[in-house]
C-alpha cells in the first residue's frame, strides 16, 4: 500500500517498535500501558513543531534574549532622570518584547536592526546621563556581575568551564547580532537539531533511537537529518484526549495541546461551515444544539451550549459525552478540518455512551469522506473499533486503501515492550486480545 503518511519509530518507552500509515483512518489498540498514548503523543508533537517550526526558532530568540532583555531593563530603571522618562523607556523595550513573544516575525534582519538600535540608544543615554550627572550610575561591579551572568550561561551551555572576563556594553551589542543571525540561519536552513531538541523538551530529555515521517516517499524528517523538510500533506494537526479541556483554565493545564486545542476552538471562521449536511445532522440529531465560544463577557473564557429548546448553558456543565461531540462541532463550523489536518483523538470512546460510541465513529468516517482529513485513533473499545471497520467498508468503496488497524503486542522475553503490528483492515486479532477480560471474568466467577 502506497502511504501518503508514514511514522517509523522505535525504542520509545514502551514503543519497541511502530510503522504506521496514515491514509486516511488509523486505529491503534493495545492494553494499557503499550505504548498507545506515548505514540499519540509523540506522533503530535514531531508533526506540530515541523509545521510550527517558525514559532519554534522565534521561541528559543526570545529565551535566549530574555537575560538581555533583563539587563536593559535594569539599566532604564537605574538611569532615568524622571518618571516620564522612565515610563517612555520602559514602554518601548516592553512593545519589542511583546512582539518578539507573541506576533510572529515576517523580517527577522529588520527587527535584528530595531533591537540593536534600541540597545545603543539605551546604553547611549544612559553614558549621557552619567556625564550630566543627572542620575546615579550603576557601580562598574554590578554591571560587571550581571553582565558576566549573561555570558556565563553561554559558557554553560558549550560545557566550557572558563570563567567569563569582564565584558563592555559593546558586548551585548554584539551578543544581540549574533542571536539573530542565529535565528536568521535557522528559519533559512530549517535546523533539525532544533526539531529533536523540542521533542526531548516535551520528553522530560528521552528521545527515539529511530524516528522518520515520510510523505509519499519523501523523507521529511529524522534523527540523523541536517535539514527538516516542508510537510505537504500535514499542515494542521490537533491532538484530542479528554472533554474536560473545556474545565480547564490555562494555567492548570499540564500539557499545552490542550492550551492550543482551547486556543483552536476559540477561533472563528470567515466563512462558517454550519449549514453542511454533517453539520446539520450533528447539530440536529445527535446533540440537538451548537456549542460556541463566548465573546459577549469580556471577563469570560468559557465555551456555551445553546440546546435547540432555547435554553442556554455553559459546556463544562453539560454531559461529558456531549463535550466530546462539541469539541468536533466546533473544529467543523470553524474551518478548521480539511484535507491537510490530522486529528488524533486518545480514547475517543472516553464518556460515551454505547449507541454514541457507534455515532462518534460514524462522525469521524464521515468527515473523513467529506473533507479527506486524517484521523489517528488510540482505543481499546470493541464498540469502537467494529464501529469504525464497518461503518468504513459501507461508506467507502475505496475503504481497504484509507482504513489502518494496529494492534500493540509485547515483544517476545519482555512485557513491557511493545511492537504495533500492521492488521491492515482484520480487526480480528484485536478482538481476540478483548477476549481476555472475559477469560478473567471466568477465571474470577468459576
Known amino acids: 500500500m502506497e502511504a501518503n503518511v508514514r511514522i517509523q519509530l522505535k525504542n520509545f518507552w514502551a514503543v519497541e517498535e511502530a510503522d504506521i500509515l496514515l491514509n486516511g483512518i488509523t486505529v491503534v489498540a493495545g492494553i494499557n500501558g503499550s505504548g498507545k498514548s506515548t505514540l499519540s503523543k509523540l506522533i503530535y508533537y514531531t508533526y506540530h513543531n515541523i509545521i510550527h517550526y517558525e514559532e519554534i526558532v522565534q521561541a528559543k530568540l526570545y529565551d535566549n534574549l530574555r537575560s538581555i532583555i533583563r539587563f536593559l531593563d535594569l539599566i532604564i530603571r537605574n538611569t532615568s532622570k524622571d518618571e516620564n522618562e522612565l515610563n517612555r523607556k520602559l514602554n518601548i523595550l516592553e512593545r519589542e518584547e511583546a512582539i518578539l513573544r507573541k506576533e510572529k516575525i515576517s523580517d527577522i534582519n529588520h527587527f535584528k536592526n530595531e533591537w540593536v538600535l534600541l540597545a545603543n540608544q539605551i546604553f547611549a543615554e544612559y553614558f549621557e546621563n552619567i ?247 488510540a482505543s481499546h473499545n470493541p464498540d469502537m473499533v467494529s464501529a469504525i471497520r464497518y461503518i468504513s467498508e459501507a461508506k467507502n468503496s475505496d475503504f481497504a486503501e484509507i482504513l489502518n488497524f494496529y494492534l500493540a503486542q509485547p515483544v517476545p522475553g519482555s512485557k513491557f515492550k511493545f511492537k504495533f503490528n500492521h492488521l491492515e483492515q482484520n480487526i480480528e486479532p484485536i478482538f481476540e486480545s478483548f477476549n481476555l477480560s472475559f477469560e478473567r471474568l471466568k477465571g474470577y466467577i468459576s
Not at 531538541?197 to 537529518?225: C, H, M, W, Y
Not at 440537538?288 to 463577557?297: C, H, L, N
Not at 489536518?341 to 475517543?348: A, C, G, K, Y
Open 131 to 377: 556625564n550630566k550627572k543627572n542620575t546615579g550610575a550603576l557601580s562598574e561591579q554590578r554591571i560587571q556581575f550581571v553582565l558576566r551572568g549573561i555570558f556565563r550561561n553561554d559558557k554553560q551551555k558549550s560545557n566550557t568551564n572558563d570563567d567569563v572576563q569582564d565584558v563592555d556594553f559593546n558586548s551585548v551589542i554584539q551578543k544581540i547580532n549574533e542571536l539573530f543571525t542565529e535565528a536568521s540561519q535557522a528559519l533559512t536552513i530549517r535546523n533539525a537539531s532544533i526539531l529533536r531538541d523540542s521533542i526531548q523538551r516535551v520528553f522530560n530529555g528521552d528521545i527515539p533511537t529511530e524516528i522518520n515521517i515520510v510523505e509519499l516517499n519523501d523523507k521529511i524528517f529524522s534523527l540523523d537529518a541536517l535539514h527538516i523538510g516542508i510537510s505537504y500533506n500535514i499542515q494542521n494537526v490537533i491532538y484530542i484526549d479528554t472533554p474536560f479541556m473545556f474545565d480547564m483554565e490555562h494555567k492548570y493545564v499540564a500539557f499545552d495541546y490542550r492550551v492550543t486545542l482551547r486556543d483552536i476552538l476559540k477561533q472563528k471562521a470567515e466563512n462558517k461551515n454550519n449549514n453542511t449536511e454533517i453539520y446539520r445532522w450533528l447539530s440536529g440529531q445527535i446533540m440537538e444544539g451548537e456549542a460556541d465560544y463566548d465573546t459577549k463577557d469580556v471577563f469570560s473564557d468559557d465555551f456555551l451550549f445553546k440546546r435547540s429548546d432555547g435554553s442556554v448553558f455553559n459546556i463544562k456543565d453539560c454531559a461529558t459525552g456531549l463535550q466530546a461531540f462539541a469539541i468536533l462541532q466546533l473544529l467543523i463550523k470553524n474551518g478548521q478540518i480539511n484535507d491537510k489536518t490530522l486529528i488524533i483523538i486518545d480514547e475517543p470512546e472516553a464518556h460515551l455512551h454505547p449507541q454514541w460510541i457507534t455515532e462518534y465513529a460514524n462522525l469521524i468516517v464521515n468527515l473523513n469522506k467529506a473533507t479527506g482529513a486524517k484521523f489517528l485513533l
